[in-house]
C-alpha cells in the first residue's frame, strides 16, 4: 500500500465517514477541525438512496434511524397564528413520511459518524492547516496552532468555504455560485409545547419567514429563517461577526409576527446560530496533485437540492474506496474518483437549480398568497437520488 498517511480536513459529515472508510482500508488518518470540538447546531438533513447504504455498510445505520428527528406532521401559520394549512403526510424539511429517508439533526448524524470511526483515527480539533506544499513525495503541512507535519494526501472535507480548498485552488468566488438565499439556523426552547411537529410562518418581501420544529424528543427546537438577497457572500457576510449576523437576521425580521419576535430573542443567546448562503461549488477538477476535495468542499449542492449530505456520504465512501482499489496510488485513485461520481454530482446539483426555478415561478404567479404545499419532492426528485449504486471495494 503507498501514500497511507492521510490528513482530512474538516470534522462534521464528510470528514468522519471518509475517515472511516480510510481507517478500515488500511490508511494512517488524522483529522484536523477548526471547531473545539464537535460542532453543536445545524439544520436537520437527509439521508437518502446510495448514503443509506453507505449508512448500513459502516453499521450506524439503525443508530441514524433511531436518532431521526420524527416529526409526525407541519402546518402553516398566518401572523396571528391562526393555522392555514396542516398535514400528518409530511414535512418541509423531510418530504413524505412514507420513503425510507431518515431525517436526523447536522450534530446527531456527526456524532454517529464520528464514533463509528474508533480510537484508531486521530483528531486534531482547535486546530486548521495554515499552508501546505506539496513536494514529489509528500505534503509538508504548517498548522495554525504551530508545528508542521508530513502527509501523503491531503483530503478536504471542509465545507462549501473550505480554506483547504483556497489554498490549493485559489479564491473561492472562482467556484462558488450563490443561489440568491441565505439561511440562519438556532436552538431554542420548546416554549410552544410542539409535539414532534413543525410549523411555517412565512412572510412577503425579501425575507421568508421562519420555520421550527421540535427536536430531541421535544426538548428543544430548531428554528430556521430566509433572506432573498443576490448579494454574494463575500459582501453580505464578508467579515461580519456572528453577533453581526444576528443583527442582520434581527434587521431583516424587525416586522415579523406569530412567535418570531421571542424566537428571535432566543437567537441572541444562542451558541450555535449559523448563517450562510444558499450556494452550489462547482469545480473543474476535484483534485490537485496530492491534494483532493470530497463533499460540499468539492461539489455542494446547496440546502435547496436536500442531496448535500447523502452525496457527502456517497463521495467519502468512493473517495476511499478507489484509495483502496487503486493500493494507495493517488493519481490513479483520484481520477477513478472523478469518473465515478462527476455524473451524480452534477444531477444532485441540477436539482436545487429545478427546485429553485419552480419556486420561484410558483412564487411569481401566487403573488402575496401564502404557500400551503411547501415541498418540491416528487418522482423526477428520486430518479436522480436512487441513479447511482455503491461499487464494492
Not at 434587521?251 to 450562510?276: I, S, T
Request: hydrophobic residues 40%.
Amino acid at each position: 500500500m503507498r501514500n497511507t498517511r492521510v490528513l482530512i480536513s474538516g470534522a462534521s459529515i464528510a470528514g468522519p465517514a471518509l475517515a472511516y472508510w480510510l481507517d478500515r482500508h488500511g490508511f494512517r488518518v488524522s483529522v484536523v477541525e477548526r471547531a473545539a470540538g464537535p460542532r453543536p447546531g445545524g439544520q436537520a438533513i437527509d439521508v437518502r438512496g446510495p448514503a443509506l447504504e453507505v449508512g448500513a455498510r459502516m453499521g450506524v445505520l439503525e443508530e441514524i434511524r433511531a436518532r431521526r428527528t420524527g416529526l409526525r406532521g407541519m402546518s402553516m401559520v398566518d401572523g396571528d397564528g391562526k393555522e392555514l394549512f396542516s398535514t400528518t403526510e409530511r414535512t418541509a424539511s423531510g418530504g413524505h413520511f412514507d420513503s425510507p429517508d431518515v431525517e436526523i439533526l447536522r450534530d446527531d448524524l456527526s456524532s454517529v459518524l464520528l464514533a463509528a470511526g474508533g480510537d484508531g483515527i486521530e483528531y486534531l480539533f482547535n486546530d486548521s492547516i495554515a499552508s501546505l506544499a506539496q513536494g514529489p513525495d509528500e505534503v509538508a503541512v504548517t498548522f495554525h496552532r504551530g508545528g508542521s507535519r508530513g502527509f501523503d494526501i491531503v483530503l478536504a472535507a471542509d465545507g462549501v468555504h473550505s480554506s483547504t480548498r483556497a489554498l490549493v485552488f485559489g479564491p473561492e468566488g472562482k467556484f462558488l455560485h450563490h443561489m440568491g438565499g441565505y439561511l440562519g439556523v438556532w436552538t431554542a426552547p420548546n416554549y410552544l409545547g410542539l409535539d414532534r411537529w413543525e410549523v411555517i410562518y412565512q412572510m412577503s418581501g425579501d425575507v421568508w419567514g421562519g420555520m421550527v420544529m421540535s427536536v430531541r424528543e421535544n426538548t428543544e427546537v430548531r428554528v430556521y429563517v430566509g433572506i432573498d438577497s443576490d448579494e454574494p457572500p463575500a459582501e453580505l457576510l464578508g467579515s461580519r461577526t456572528v453577533s453581526d449576523q444576528k443583527r442582520l437576521v434581527a434587521e431583516r425580521h424587525k416586522d415579523a409576527r406569530w412567535e418570531m419576535p421571542r424566537l428571535l430573542e432566543y437567537m441572541w443567546g444562542a451558541p450555535d446560530f449559523h448563517l450562510d448562503a444558499a450556494a452550489q461549488i462547482h469545480m473543474d477538477s476535484w483534485s490537485r496533485g496530492r491534494v483532493a476535495l470530497v463533499g460540499d468542499a468539492g461539489y455542494c449542492g446547496s440546502p435547496m437540492s436536500g442531496q448535500s449530505t447523502s452525496v457527502a456520504m456517497v463521495g467519502a465512501y468512493v473517495l476511499a474506496g478507489e484509495l483502496k482499489a487503486a493500493g494507495g496510488d493517488h493519481t490513479a485513485a483520484f481520477a477513478a474518483y472523478e469518473r465515478e461520481l462527476r455524473g451524480y454530482t452534477a444531477a444532485n446539483q441540477q436539482l436545487a437549480l429545478d427546485i429553485k426555478a419552480r419556486k420561484d415561478a410558483e412564487t411569481a404567479s401566487r403573488g402575496q398568497d401564502p404557500d400551503t404545499n411547501p415541498s418540491y419532492i416528487g418522482d423526477s426528485f428520486y430518479e436522480v437520488v436512487n441513479s447511482y449504486t455503491l461499487k464494492d471495494y
